[in-house]
């Protein structure tokens, strides 16, 4: 193991009354790329700007490369930033912009051009050398942001939903370039966004935010696969969730006792410890074989045929049942208001204690 | 009936230009009359008038008394202005809301007020009644301007900005010296040239805060007060003519910024 390039210790912040985080550690290996995901206000910005050195926490320190950043401001860090909204000096051309990080650390003007137009190469944009940013699309600018903020060599990179701005098709399009980009450089980069699908695409390290504490972390497949936490599981990717109480424990497995009966799960827990279950969509049925275990009796609700399967929301007709989630091939026939008998595979239960 | 209505917005139109410009037009048409009195019938074109106002020691004196006081007013008022609007943008200050009312208040002040209050305050401290009192006077009106402006050109987005060059290593000096002046050059140049203007125009104050050496404006009151005179003509189309000028520059550059 490499040692670590950014240690956030213990980190809390407050705004005024209202706390925005509480008690976060994050460790941020070289060369990595990490996305802080979670919904607004989960303090996946604030912790990001508590990186970048634009806020200084209440509580808690930063590391980086082994130096205490915690109150060094943002010119004297080893950390650049991307803004959402870009942050492209108006008034300078594309060329000045990318290489003014070097212009302030007094690189000679030919020197700093040459490196601006290497980074814009980086970027796929070498021709816009000479343009301003007002002549360049939302896409384009991105680029030059990130040219800009790479062109240093900062030891981190700080993206702030850097896509959130652009349409759906461009997003995806940029989301491809980034981690091609970040393998390129090397560069650790930390990015924070509230779209699951980016965080997935992009991360090697997955960090799942609500409300000021991290929820989850890790490779986004364990994540998905496995996700520590209830929020994790509805917020990563969809779950159907049912609630359940552990009733005996053996020494291998233990049963959980839910409103569809009691299943045994291979685990640790407690007895009398309030758990949920989750089943992720993909290995939700609605056909059952000899190994599922079923779920009652649903009413289907709503199918939307997305091309290669269909995603099927069903109201479990038990009382205090849940709403199931599933994705089907796309052959199976179902229609809203037919019954279904929702059932899965004993070893896609995820069991969730948090 | 529709070149009907397209009739009555043309003489509409006319109406609204006569009545502001009429004036003006006269002033200036009858600055340039060759005998003694600037009424009907007119008898020029002549340039002796202007010759007059040239050759009157009393008149180009203060015309370069107004000007010294409209430049040098207006820079002190611009600097004040876009370091009390840069403070009140960056940083989180007790009762800012507050304070930023306070200090655009003088707009809505009348100019004899505050001619006054610091005619008393001068006398307190022994400022005698000279141009850089008229000076100073200017820079208390035009300073809430100043200000107004160029604060409503400090947005996030600008802010943001700023954040990006610091976090590129900026020096606070390079921050302001390389982002902040050039993004906000339209709006200084504009505040400042509106002061220029207002400075050049303005009377009470400077009326009430000088004594021998004084600005063009109160000049031209000593003169009205022994009779029409078409000197008094001449010399206020030159007034009108500098005004006309800075305004036309004013709107060059703000014209200019807004492709961008």
Not at chain 1, 19 to 25: I, M, N, P, R, T
Not at chain 2, 141 to 163: K, T, V, W
Request: aromatic residues 8%; contains cysteine; positive net charge.
């Amino acid at each position: 193991m490499t040692e670590a390039l950014v240690e956030m210790k213990n980190i809390s912040h407050s705004f005024g009354r209202a706390g925005v985080l509480h008690d976060v550690s994050l460790t941020i290996n070289p060369g990595s790329y990490t996305v802080l995901l979670g919904p607004s206000g989960s303090g996946k910005t604030t912790l990001l700007s508590i990186l970048g050195g634009f806020l200084v926490p209440r509580k808690g320190s930063v590391l980086i490369r082994g130096h205490n950043c915690t109150m060094m401001p943002p010119a004297k860090r080893p950390t650049t930033t991307v803004f959402q909204d870009y942050a492209l000096f108006p008034h300078m051309s594309v060329g000045n912009n990318v290489g003014f990080g070097l212009r302030m650390k007094g690189v000679v003007k030919s020197e700093r051009d040459r490196l601006a137009h290497e980074a814009l190469v980086i970027v796929g944009l070498p021709e816009a050398f000479k343009k301003k940013p007002h002549q360049l699309s939302g896409g384009q600018r991105q680029r030059v942001a990130l040219a800009r903020a790479l062109v240093v060599k900062p030891a981190v990179l700080l993206l702030d939903e850097p896509l959130g701005a652009l349409d759906l098709k461009l997003r995806r399009q940029m989301q491809d370039e980034l981690k091609i980009i970040q393998k390129q450089v090397g560069t650790a980069f930390v990015h924070v966004t509230h779209d699951q699908e980016e965080a997935m695409a992009l991360a090697d390290h997955c960090v799942v935010m609500n409300q000021g504490r991290i929820e989850d972390e890790g490779t986004p497949e364990r994540v998905y696969a496995k996700p520590a936490t209830r929020f994790s599981a509805t917020f990563m990717g969809e779950s159907t969730i049912i609630p359940g109480e552990v009733t005996s424990v053996t020494s291998t497995a233990i049963s959980v006792n839910t409103v569809f009966g009691s299943f045994p799960i291979i685990a640790t827990a407690e007895e009398g410890a309030k758990v949920t279950l989750a089943i992720r969509p993909e290995h939700m049925r609605l056909i059952r074989d000899s190994r599922s275990i079923t779920f009652g009796s649903a009413e289907v609700t709503a199918v939307v045929f997305q091309g290669s399967f269909k995603r099927v929301v069903a109201a479990s007709k038990t009382l205090s049942g849940p709403t199931f989630i599933a994705k089907i091939p796309a052959t199976h026939e179902v229609a809203v208001g037919d019954t279904v008998t929702p059932c899965c595979h004993i070893e896609n239960l995820i069991m969730l204690t948090k | 009936m529709r070149g009907l209505m397209k009739l009555f917005s043309a003489i509409y139109a006319l109406a609204i230009y006569g009545f502001i410009f009429l004036p003006v037009v006269v002033l200036v048409v009858f600055s340039l009359q060759s005998t003694a009195f600037p009424i009907p019938p007119f008898t020029g074109p002549s340039t002796r008038w202007y010759e007059a106002v040239m050759n009157d020691p009393r008149l180009t004196s203060a015309l370069f008394n107004s000007l010294a006081v409209a430049i040098i007013s207006s820079v002190v008022a611009v600097a004040l202005g876009f370091v009390s609007a840069w403070g009140f943008a960056r940083f989180v200050l007790p009762g800012s809301a507050v304070m930023r009312g306070l200090i655009t208040l003088p707009l809505t002040v009348s100019y004899l007020i505050i001619g006054m209050g610091l005619l008393v305050i001068f006398n307190m401290i022994g400022l005698p009644k000279n141009l850089i009192a008229a000076g100073i006077g200017h820079v208390v009106i035009n300073l809430p301007l100043c200000f107004a402006i160029i604060y409503s050109q400090m947005g996030d987005h600008q802010i943001n900005i700023e954040r990006a060059a610091r976090d590129l290593g900026a020096t606070e000096w390079n921050v302001l010296w390389l982002v902040t002046l050039p993004i906000l050059w339209p709006a200084i140049f504009a505040s400042l040239f509106l002061s220029m203007t207002f400075s050049w125009d303005e009377f009470v104050i400077s009326f009430l805060l000088t004594r021998f050496d004084t600005t063009l404006p109160v000049e031209i009151w000593n003169l009205l007060r022994s009779g029409l005179n078409p000197k008094t003509n001449a010399v206020g189309s030159l007034v009108f003519a500098v005004s006309v000028v800075a305004a036309i520059v004013l709107e060059l550059i703000l014209l200019r910024r807004r492709p961008a």
